[in-house]
């Protein structure tokens, strides 16, 4: 039974940034003492930058970035060093700024088909939970990360999963690919809902007003039409919490 989300409206993408930091610190302490590590899932887009005030005192000299483990909600399936990688985008904004080991950090390989690339990254995920470095949900047998950091696109989208794409309904596969993205470039690969869903906490980061329709149905004041938007799968075995802006929002009630 998932629990009922959290929901931070907050009034501009700075205070969202300050609160994620706070949120994310807070998660890091609590995971390492636990465990002795913490498993983040990144997705790419706007989030990166509104990661920017851990890099900031006292985030950055309080978080024991060396237990950080680094994997990312979707890529782009292009060279690792390519304007359009998500791994580029999180590593020039964000990893290349923090301690954390290099070998904790999981990008995709290159030079592989989407559905190569997908499958390879399953196969590191099961070698990582048969191994003990990453948590197994006993509810899904899922990978269970700590913490997935998402975005939504203005269309409702969530990492590579797409309204009218089959991906969206994949049951078996933890991680599976697209060759025809409606937003560029076509190839990804992409979490999938069961494995997304197996996490303990899920953020959703939505800023600006592009999203504000996309949110409004999201947050159940509007119905939509047909299937449900891809973010209205988002439903952690742990806490949903959603950090907004008022841009986000501009459209509740
Ligand atoms: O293509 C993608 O888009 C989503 C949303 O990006 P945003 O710029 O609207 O925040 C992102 O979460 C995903 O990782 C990325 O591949």
Known sequence: MAHHPVIHKLEAESNVAVALAN???????????????????????????TLRKLLDPPYMSSIDWSKWLIFF?????????????????????????????????YPIKEKLSPDEAADEYEQRLK??????????????????????LAGMGPDGHVA?????????????KWVTSITDSPKPPPSRITF?????????EIAMVVTGEDAADAIKVALGQHASYG????????????????????AATSELK
Request: some cysteine; proline content about 7%; charged content about 20%.
């Open 23 to 49: 949120y994310i610190a807070d998660l890091s302490a609590k995971f390492i003492a636990a465990n002795g590590s913490f498993s983040v899932v990144l997705s790419g887009g706007t989030l990166i930058d």
């Open 73 to 105: 909600l979707d890529e782009r399936v292009v060279p690792l060093d390519h304007p359009d990688s998500n791994y580029k985008l999180a590593y020039d904004g964000f990893l290349s700024k923090v301690p954390i080991p290099k070998s904790n950090i």
């Open 127 to 148: 070698h990582l939970v048969a191994n003990g470095t990453l948590k197994k949900s006993p509810v899904t047998g899922f990978a269970k990360f700590d913490l997935i």
């Open 160 to 172: 590579s999963l797409f309204c009218w794409h089959f991906q969206r309904f994949e049951k078996t």
């Open 192 to 200: 999938t809902f069961p494995l997304i869903n197996s996490a303990s």
């Open 227 to 246: 299937y449900p938007l891809p973010v209205q799968k988002v439903s952690p075995e742990g806490t949903l919490t959603w950090f907004l802006d008022n």
